[in-house]
């Protein structure tokens, strides 16, 4: 059966027997990894140990079928403590907007009631002056009316009546349409617009329209008391704890019913929601949403730089709940109270997380926590598929390991690696070795950052590994380059550490001094070949001036070279006439054409700032910036996927880069606040690099953009004396100066990438 038949299957039978849930199965029998709920609790267990929320109910589903559900903590702790149940009833806050608002207005949209480019007007007579006469629906939808996020809260304090006439005097911030400004206003309008053309009150409508035929038989407004005893606390007002009663302050004060928030609802009642919104992709389902407009509601839109469906979050700035791995066509949405909906069609998707964060203080804090979850799913799916597929790509350790290390038998070995050294299982790669009774392991090395890849400093000492008592001997303290005395004794030396695919990461510069070094000494090299996690096709950037090189420029390769470890070991080999006695030993089952996703090999951090896979495709283009005035992030929960500086503006510096129109990526200003590293402590202004579309997205490209707009709109505050550091050619570095755009920056060295790409033929191992 297929997973959409399976789906529908699941959800007919859902709304035969209401109340009925989504069936729970192993994670296994769906082809998640084994590892899903392990990875989950533990997140979720370090959030609640570090006071980020009380307690959270966690479902994930795919393909119709439950494969996570568990309830952690307690859904109150004061005035008493409560257990945690997966029954309980949440104040779902925002994600009214979507479930409740957004989809009435889409079948109203639907039945031909409304129109998603009518002015608000039309509907709400009463609402214009200053301007307002031109604000859409569809405005109102993406967030980019111009109106407040909130107008005053003394305005609701008489009721609704009251509150409606202060919104329709309201200005605006902006023109309609011209930047997106996340608003609360605008939703409790379209809130009204239902109403009006529904003619019965939003919570009326939404109980008979979508809670009842779903079997959502838990969800609506102001709960009853029965519901109540087993919702969450939230906080305290007037001395009483709220307890089935809004947390939103103006939603309390329009009687608990509002577009923005005022929904409460179960975990086991948004699943049916969340799997009715897949269902209704097949145009043969009686959905509440037909297909086409299920498709109008869940497509990207362009709300001035921030990719938002109609009432959905896409990618924006409010996106740190998504799982980032997560396809393109993904849609979702959090709630202040510490909830977050997320569904990704193409990938058969549910991921629902739903805390109490706001009590008992107001401080929680679950937005990360929830992409994390997000990301742990999504990951998990990614990998489930390639291995129905195929075996997928094996690493050179592994490829080793079967042949019961033939290569290391009866040698002392030493082993370069980090972290990252592990076969696909996750097993170290020393640890497979020194178990090994065909291996004689003697000797470790480390890299930048340490053999636990947790240091982010200039020199590192060398350490002991605590597993098998021997010493780690640091490639990056006093020398960068194995020493005759730290050879001493070694049969045969091997190199296997996880590369991001980029000229100024070290670990090539540490494999290619080790190689010199082993050459030297009449000791054989051995490199374990990894895939590049940016693929192997694509050649971006410029070459190095010879005079360029350095330890972050180690070898005359475009920025994103798409070569592997074991390629870039045999051209450097060849071209620096070392004369290595090199053994690469391949990988099996990889193509140039795979990403990182493509290969059903985890993403393990390389570094301390290089956290996940989108990070390390960003960080080509925006990396090369770092060595001037700007923060790219380190010291924040994303780093190389923000950068700023105090004196940046970051919607004028996203609109100058959006102007470009590069394909693949979109940009979004935004603020923070660096807690270590650059402007430590500063409030930056900045922006966010969002990818939309992975197969057109060219990092290079983003960061002359982002280089040429700096030098643009800030030739004075911008410091660039620093940037051939990483950059490395000064013929690029004159073009960025005159504020050149990418396309012209990209043309002045495109002959020698095609140069390189006959240069690098020879050494290429994989079709």
């Known amino acids: 059966m297929s997973r959409r038949c399976l789906a529908a299957f699941l959800l007919a039978l859902a709304w035969l027997l209401p109340g009925t849930y989504l069936s729970a199965t192993p994670p296994q029998s769906q082809g998640l990894a084994e590892a899903i709920t392990a990875d989950m609790d533990q997140a979720i267990e370090a959030a609640l140990g570090e006071k980020r929320m009380p307690g959270c109910v966690v479902v994930v589903a795919r393909d119709g079928q439950v494969v996570y559900k568990k309830a952690h903590g307690n859904r109150r702790i004061e005035p008493s403590v409560e257990p945690m149940t997966t029954d309980t009833v949440f104040d779902m806050a925002s994600l009214t907007k979507p479930i409740v608002t957004a989809t009435s207005v889409m079948q109203l949209v639907e039945a031909g009631k409304v129109e998603l480019d009518a002015p608000v007007v039309t509907y709400l007579p009463e609402f214009r002056g200053h301007g307002k006469e031109e604000i859409t629906i569809k405005q109102l939808l993406i967030h980019t009316s111009g109106l ?229 799913a999504a990951d998990a799916c990614r990998k489930a598929d390639m291995n129905s597929a195929s075996t997928g790509t094996k690493l050179g350790v592994d490829v080793l390991a079967d042949s019961r290390f033939e290569l290391l038998r009866g040698k002392k070995v030493g082993l370069i690696a980090n972290h990252t050294s592990r076969n696909k299982a996750g097993k170290p790669t020393h640890l497979l070795l020194a178990e090994s009774p065909e291996v004689n392991l003697v000797a470790l090395f480390s890299p930048e950052h340490g053999f636990a890849g947790r240091l982010d400093q200039s020199h590192i000492g060398d350490a002991v590994d605590p597993a098998t008592g021997i010493t780690v001997k640091s490639l990056y303290g006093e020398s960068r380059k194995p020493t005759p005395e730290q050879l001493e004794g070694i049969d045969i030396l091997v190199f296997d550490i996880q590369d991001i695919g980029c000229r100024f990461y070290t670990y090539i510069s540490t494999m290619g001094l080790a190689m010199e070094a082993a050459a030297e000494q009449g000791i054989p090299f051995v490199v374990l070949d990894r895939p590049n996690p940016l693929g192997g096709v694509v050649i971006e950037g410029p070459l190095l001036d010879r005079e360029e090189e350095s330890f972050v420029a180690f070898h005359s390769v475009p920025v994103r070279h798409g070569m592997t470890i074991g390629e870039l070991a045999k051209m450097m080999n060849e071209e620096r006439g070392w004369k290595t006695d090199l053994t690469i030993v391949p990988l099996s089952d990889w193509k140039r054409d795979q990403l990182l996703f493509d290969t059903g090999l985890p993403w393990r951090n390389t570094s301390p700032n290089m956290r996940n896979l989108t990070q390390a495709m960003i960080y080509p283009g925006v990396g090369l910036l770092e060595t001037t005035n700007v923060s790219v992030g380190r010291g924040t929960d994303t780093p190389f996927e923000v950068l700023g500086a105090p004196w940046i503006d970051g919607p004028e510096l996203a609109s100058r880069i959006n102007a470009y129109n590069l394909p693949g990526v979109q940009v979004i200003g935004v603020e923070f606040t660096p807690h270590s590293s650059k402007y430590e402590g500063k409030p930056c202004g900045g922006v966010n690099f ?43 570095k004159q073009n960025i100066l005159q504020s050149k755009s990418p396309q012209e920056i990209s043309q002045a060295y495109e002959d020698d990438l095609e140069k390189f790409a006959e240069r690098r033929a020879p050494f290429l191992i994989y079709p």
């Not at 009687?255 to 699943?271: K, Y």
């Not at 990092?699 to 953009?705: E, I, K, S, V």
Request: aromatic share 10%; glycine share 10%.
């Open 148 to 376: 407040t996020p909130d107008n005053a809260l003394s305005d609701y304090e008489s009721g609704w009546p009251g509150a409606y006439e202060k919104i329709c005097n309201l200005k605006l911030l902006s023109e309609p349409g011209e930047r997106f400004r996340y608003s609360d206003v605008g939703f409790i309008l379209l809130g009204e617009v239902v109403a009006r053309v529904a003619k019965m009150p939003l919570d009326q409508y939404a109980t008979e329209h979508i809670f009842k035929p779903l079997g959502m038989n838990e969800s609506g407004y102001n709960p009853s008391e029965t519901l109540a005893k087993r919702a969450v606390t939230t906080t305290k007002v007037g001395g009483t704890w709220l307890r089935g009663t809004v947390h939103d302050p103006r939603a309390r004060y329009c009687d608990g019913v509002a577009g923005h928030a005022g929904l409460f609802s179960t975990a086991n009642d948004l699943m049916l929601y969340a799997q009715a919104m897949l269902d209704a992709r097949n145009p043969e389902s009686k959905q509440r949403l037909g297909a086409t407009t299920l498709a109008a509601m869940t497509n990207s839109y362009d709300a001035a730089g921030n990719l938002r469906g109609l009432g959905w979050d896409k990618q924006s700035g409010y996106s740190s709940n998504r799982g980032k791995s997560m396809s393109s066509s993904a849609y979702g949405h959090g709630g202040f109270t510490g909830t977050a909906l997320w569904i990704d069609p193409k990938l058969e998707l549910v991921v629902l997380f739903l805390s109490n964060r706001v009590h008992p203080n107001e401080k929680g804090s679950v937005n990360a926590l929830a992409g994390q979850i997000g990301t742990i």
């Open 690 to 732: 969002i990818i939309t579309d992975w197969d057109t997205f060219r990092p290079l490209d983003l960061g002359w953009a982002t280089a040429s707009s700096l030098r643009e709109l800030y030739p004075d505050a911008w410091k660039t004396d620093r940037l051939s550091v990483l950059l490395g050619n000064g013929r690029v």
